[in-house]
């Protein structure tokens, strides 16, 4: 770090000294105060297995050798979700298949207390408003829940966590969206870093009952890093405050944002090494970056990606379940048909796998994992160090979460990378990134559209954590002589309608993701007519809402422009949107 750098650190730990967060022996008796008003549940997959959590059934798998399934769901409601999970468990019994677990795409606003919830959008997914609502998703069918969005990390982590232990989850998360997630509405990250914090230490109170703290690494800063070393750090990180700080068990996710088969496999070989052999992980996420409009070619990056994580199991069993993703998911939530679709490919994918694994080379997956394992050390030993020598409390977890999160994946990573050989591995997320904006490059060049866009200001934004196509925008505007305000993931109507009134742009353009594109342009309209504001709102990303009375989201692409928007189905549809003069 140069003394500019160091200077800024400073004053960053002076800011989280004044947010006076509780000390470590506070937390823990409040954790201790929580966990005597809890029993944890039996789901009725634990029940059914004869497991008291899922890290023991998981570990049985690992010496089976059994590889175990995982599913993610998120319809409008509860009760279709419910019966969506009874529908997969039944078809794929029908077949001798069992699915191990199921992560529920909760409704985000499932993230903030009961009383915040009202005010706020609704986007996709379900809520569990009553204490039936949770044990119905329990008991719905022998699947295990696994409760991993807008939970832990967010201002209700404590509230549903206690929710969640007593329905029998016992692998909850997700402690990555601490660090980029905001909870619609909410700007105290003080008390939200309380909370996680509090959390932590229940799980830990539970730890030898089989309580795991998922934390899925792309859902968080890991998605922002370039560099795979950096990656590895921040795992580190999270390691040192979860289990040398606090005594909780961690379980890390990775895969959504890794393309390449090598590195998959051997991002499971890297996270066994950072947790000293000792990991039992929560699942590998499918190749989510890849997936496009054309089905087929999304079947056969399924069959690409589940081959090597079935590979990586069965080499170095490490309890990821794996997920073989429904042709669909780029587009929309999947139904149960497709879910179940998937299912049953995946298990065809697993008989080629077994006879394929005596022929494999692991010797590259290996040399990957060793060489991010060994830089990713230096750069945690470099941040500990920088953070130590400015004054950090290294032994708090609450006011450690809540420096990281102010820092930010930019600065951590500017600071503390400080070689070359850190740099080798970009990860695959950030290299795509960098190939849309080579690929769209000479369409921003075109005269005709310089000419249009030239000198013109333009707000660019997400209303949810999906960002990258926002950035690799924002870039190409700026790079075609636009004057760009780029205001990064997670924005409120009510911060649009701020930077709108600050800047004077000519246009907002705005990309979003999460089933609730009409109710957020609604609200967005509200303000900007309070405010007389009448510039173009140009809307991309997945244009659908959460309805009543459907299980999943629906088009609302009519209905945004009724509403005045300009709804944007590919780039250069956007571009012929923004204003001409």
Known sequence: ?????????????????????????????????????????????????????????????MRDGRITWHAHIGMNDIEATAAALAQIQRELALRGQQLDRAGVALDRRMGLPADNRAAVAAETGPML???????????????????GDFMIGQPASLENTVQALRIGCTTIGNLSQFFTFEAPGWNDAAATARVTAESVYLLAEFRTRGTMLHSYLEDGNGALFRYCATVAAWAMLERYIVEDLVGARLSHCIGGLTSDPLRRAG?????????????????????????????????????????????????????????PLPVTEAIRIPSAEEIIDAQVFGRRVEASARRLYPHVDFAPAQAFADRVYRQG????????????????????????????????????????????????????????????????????????????????????????????????????????????????????????????????????????????????????????NQRQLSLPVVMGGVLNQKVDGHELPVPVVEELRALGMRPAINLPGLLKLLPSS
């Open 1 to 61: 770090m140069n003394v500019k750098d160091a200077d800024e650190l400073r004053r960053l730990v002076k800011a989280t000294r004044a947010a006076d967060l509780p000390a470590p022996s506070r937390l823990r008796a409040a954790a201790v105060g929580t966990a005597g008003q809890i029993e944890i549940g039996r789901s009725a997959f634990l029940r059914q297995q004869g497991y008291a959590s899922e890290i023991e059934y998981k570990r049985a798998a």
């Open 129 to 147: 408003a009553t204490v039936e609502d949770w044990h119905q998703l329990a008991q719905a069918a022998p699947i295990q829940p696994h409760l």
């Open 267 to 323: 991002w499971v070989l890297a996270l066994q090494q950072i947790h000293h052999g000792d990991h039992v992980g929560s699942m590998i996420y499918g190749d989510t970056i890849s997936f496009g409009p054309d089905f087929a070619v999304n079947r056969a990056l399924t069959a690409e990606y589940l081959t090597w994580d079935i590979l990586a199991q069965l080499h170095s069993p490490s309890g990821h379940a794996v997920l």
């Open 377 to 528: 050390r230096r750069v945690f030993d470099n941040a500990l160090q920088g953070l130590r020598d400015c004054g950090a409390d290294l032994t708090n977890p609450a006011s450690l979460l809540y420096l990281l999160k102010q820092l930010g994946a930019q600065k951590f990573e500017d600071w503390f990378v400080d070689d070359a050989a850190a740099r080798e591995d970009i990860t695959d997320i950030c290299a795509l990134a960098q190939d849309v904006v080579d690929t769209h490059r000479p369409l921003f060049a075109e005269p005709e559209l310089r000419a249009r866009i030239q000198g013109k200001r333009f707000i660019v934004a997400s209303s949810d954590v999906h960002e990258h196509a926002a950035g690799a925008l924002a870039q190409l505007l700026g790079e075609a002589g636009a004057s760009v305000e780029y205001l990064g993931a997670e924005q409120a109507p009510a911060d649009l309608v701020a930077a709108m009134t600050r800047t004077g742009s000519d246009a907002l353009l705005l990309s979003t993701h999460n089933g609730m594109a009409l109710d957020y342009a609604r609200q967005l309209r509200e303000l900007m």
